[in-house]
């Protein structure tokens, strides 16, 4: 039984009942995307800091412990088991009877000192952590050097910064206004906080709290988005996944579902402006319900929640986003919105708009995402199980994966699945997170986090046929008990990838030549040069007209035989004189010509660097000198 073709039947039909467009994602070829296997990395030795490690392509050159005052080892997190949790109802049940007296609280809530989602600016390395976040120097080739720590805790701890201001995410009840450690108890507390912190770091020896913006269901993530035109005016959108707080503790909160609350605080996100001469002054300005149905306008028009045929995953319901990834020069963002991914038109930041929506019975919990370069591919994470084992050879390839996705006449087609193709253990929280893209011209490849599952870099060029040319992974944290770790996170910053690690602290690698990715691909990404990377705020890459991009170009092709080997070799004797300093521009301009005569029949990706390729040339024969 072809259980794909039949979820696709039934996703297409169940469009109408659910109000959403139920788009299943093709089914990946023999060979494409195979179920997970077995290679090094399914075998590491466990441990701490002195876990087996294995790499391909990828070198470590610096792991940074945490922070003092951020670890503890009793802190890790280990998620209860069956035994455990039934043990746990048995005895609350006993203490409600007066049969038995309550276990003394636990030192520390489950992941409270664990590191989350990281930022840079300036050559400072900003790691987020649940009891707050810290500061490193990485402007130099040298080891990052602690520089600043923060405590204030609340979770999630999510970062990101713009000039002398730094954003922190704060989602739970034990949050204070203060940054106390003293949790805000009861249902309701004036000193509760759970929003967004604003933060003036001008000054790194003495940081300071300016502003937090109460949110009615605190913030998992949050997402900067500059005005477009106005550079006094930045946006963040909110994305929140908790309990709606009490209306006694923030008057604009209301509960329920909307056929009982239309004015509920469920179904929205919320986008909070600050006025950058006045930060302090930030505060929300919209709570769009961008999950309404278009016909009828109900805000809760997209995925209701639960199972969509027998062996489908049990989907999340669309009241909300985890992640918001903003591309602002395309005007487009992409969210990962529970049982949805969705495509929105951010023209207007302030008021955001739904221009398509994805659903997928594969997908569990839709977690991030990741637009391609030019803006018509999103790739989007599947947050199965969150800190669960998911990456064991009895785990589906199409769960906890990556659903890649096209933008076709501005509606998004799923296209294909990626998983880690190396199974992990048991004892290792495995499933696909926070990534972004490595610059290289003419493909499309990211870096992407697995937590315990390492780091993995996928070239997604062709939507259909995802495939993996370098990996980092350690064994378990333990060999027996699935103890919380592995990398929250993993971006290419400045030609490094730098990636948090939950438990351990974070790392610093760099990308070597292989048969997959050639020394000048990786020489054109390093080129590339950022003052600022943010979790969910996505910039255009720019690269300049140099001889290392035209050998990237001329390397993609030889490895796709997308060019006739004559025409090749031409250019490449053309780019070496250009290396040398001579530019022959007859020369380029007729090699401009030959090369923008595509074949017919040419793959889409070969096209696209024919066509680059073509224009450098033209650009070349027509400079002087």
Same mark, same amino acid.
Request: aromatic share 6%; proline share 7%.
């Given at each position: ?82 035994? =455990? ?10 203490? !409600? ?45 040298? /080891? ?13 701890? $999510? ?40 933060? $003036? ?25 500059? %005005? ?123 008021? /955001? ?22 803006? $018509? ?5 599947? =947050? ?9 050879? =009895? ?53 992407? !986090? ?48 730098? !990636? ?15 048969? %997959? ?28 007209? %140099? ?79």
């Amino acid at each position: 039984m072809n259980i794909r073709s039949l979820l696709l039947g039934s996703a297409a039909a169940a469009s109408v009942l659910l109000g959403a467009a139920a788009v299943q994602a093709q089914a990946p070829a023999p060979g494409q995307t195979p179920p997970v296997g077995s290679d090094v990395r399914s075998t590491l030795s466990p441990g701490l800091h002195d876990a087996g490690q294995a790499a391909s392509n990828l070198t470590l050159e610096h792991s940074v412990r945490p922070a003092p005052g951020f670890f503890d080892p009793e802190a890790i997190f280990a998620p209860p088991t069956r035994e =455990e949790a039934e043990a746990a109802r048995a005895r609350a049940a006993a203490v !409600a009877a007066g049969t038995a007296e309550p276990l003394p609280p636990r030192k520390y809530s489950p992941l409270a000192l664990a590191n989350s989602d990281l930022a840079i600016s300036n050559g400072r390395l900003f790691v987020g952590n649940f009891n707050g976040f810290n500061a490193y120097d990485v402007s130099g080739d040298g /080891p990052p050097e602690l520089v600043l720590s923060v405590v204030c805790p609340g979770g999630q701890g $999510d970062v990101s910064v713009h000039g002398n201001l730094l954003f922190m995410s704060v989602e739970q009840n034990r949050a204070r206004l203060d940054c106390g450690v003293r949790d805000a108890e009861g249902e309701v507390n004036a000193e509760r906080f759970r929003g967004v912190r604003i933060f $003036d770091i001008s000054d790194l020896g003495a940081p300071r709290q300016i502003a937090a913006v109460q949110t009615c269901r605190g913030s998992h993530t949050h997402t900067l988005v500059p %005005h477009p035109t106005d550079k006094n005016v930045l946006y963040i959108y909110n994305s929140a996944t908790s309990g709606v707080r009490k209306s006694e503790e923030l008057s604009i909160c209301q509960d329920g579902q909307p056929a009982d609350n239309p004015e509920t605080a469920l179904y929205s996100i919320d986008v909070i402006k600050v006025p950058l001469d006045a930060p302090e002054q930030a505060a929300i300005v919209n709570r769009p319900r961008i999950f309404a149905d278009r016909e009828t306008g109900a805000v809760a028009g997209l995925w209701k929640g639960g199972r969509l045929g027998v062996a489908s995953q049990n989907s999340g319901q669309t009241n909300h986003c985890h992640d918001i990834t903003v591309y602002p020069e395309i005007g487009m963002a992409a969210g990962a919105c529970s049982g949805n991914g969705i495509l929105l038109d951010i023209s207007d930041p302030e008021n /955001p708009s739904r221009v398509s929506e994805l659903f997928d019975p594969d997908m569990a919990y839709w977690h991030s995402a990741t637009f391609n370069t030019t803006g $018509d591919k999103v790739l989007f994470t599947d =947050e199965c199980g969150g800190t669960s084992a998911r990456c064991r050879t =009895e785990d589906p390839h199409t769960w906890g994966a990556d659903l890649i996705a096209a933008i076709e006449d501005g509606r998004l087609v799923g296209k294909s699945f990626f998983k880690l193709p190396a199974a992990q253990t048991s004892s290792e929280n495995c499933v696909a997170h926070n990534g972004n893209l490595v610059p290289v011209p003419g493909r499309d490849l990211m870096v992407q !986090a697995w937590y315990q599952g390492g780091i993995s870099i996928i070239d997604f060029t062709d939507p259909a046929r995802p495939t993996e040319i370098a990996y980092f992974d350690r064994g378990p944290i333990d060999a027996e008990r699935l103890m919380v770790g592995g990398h929250w996170s993993a971006y290419w910053f400045n030609g490094r990838i730098y !990636a948090s690690e939950i438990a351990r602290g974070f790392d610093v690698l760099r990308l070597g030549p292989s048969e %997959h990715l050639s020394a000048a691909e990786i020489a054109v990404a390093e080129r590339v040069m950022a003052e600022t990377i943010n979790p969910q705020t996505q910039t255009r890459a720019v690269w300049e007209d %140099h001889p290392d991009v035209a050998t990237a170009y001329l390397d993609q092709l030889d490895r796709s035989n997308g060019v006739e080997a004559a025409l090749a070799g031409r250019a490449r004797t053309a780019v070496e004189q250009w290396r040398g300093g001579r530019v022959d521009r007859a020369r380029a301009a007729a090699l401009s010509q030959a090369l923008g005569v595509v074949p017919e029949n040419t793959p889409a990706a070969d096209a696209a660097r024919l066509k680059a390729l073509s224009a450098l040339f033209g650009r070349l024969g027509q400079s002087r000198g």
